[in-house]
């Protein structure tokens, strides 16, 4: 199986930006599509944005589309979502996931086998 951590997480003005990072360990990162989703306090967990195992396929969500861009480094075993012009309804706790096999990039939570802890981040307005 694989363990992911998610880091980069913290507190930014509304307007700012934040990298957030997944380091992937146990198998290769290149094995996997993944995922970010994040969870805002009494709201249900949501999807933010994927990419697909290989060939580099993303997706968001419509709230995020233009202001963030997921990321891979198989190298590295790294994910990465870069967060730009961030609002304060993007306060919640992110998370990385990984979807073995995923050849397009996929929003539907169940097809998520692992999970990290997640990251907590904070826009003020």
């Known amino acids: 199986q694989v363990q992911l951590v998610e880091s980069g997480g913290g507190l930014v003005q509304a307007g700012g930006s934040l990298k957030l990072s997944c380091v992937a360990s146990?198998?290769?990162?290149?094995?996997?599509?993944m995922g970010w989703f994040r969870q805002a306090p009494g709201k249900e967990r949501e999807f933010v944005a994927a990419?697909?195992?290989?060939?580099?396929?993303?997706v968001y969500a419509e709230s995020v589309k233009g202001r963030f861009t997921v990321s891979r480094d198989n190298t590295k075993n790294m994910v990465y979502l870069q967060m730009n012009s961030l609002k304060p309804e993007d306060t919640a706790v992110y998370y990385c996931?990984?979807?073995?096999?995923?050849?397009?990039?996929?929003?539907?939570?169940?097809?998520?086998?692992?999970w990290g802890q997640g990251t907590q981040v904070t826009v003020s307005s």
């Open positions: 996931a990984a979807d073995y096999r995923a050849v397009v990039p996929v929003a539907t939570q169940n097809s998520y086998e692992y």
């Open positions: 990419i697909a195992a290989t060939g580099g396929r993303t």
């Open positions: 146990g198998r290769p990162v290149s094995w996997y599509g």
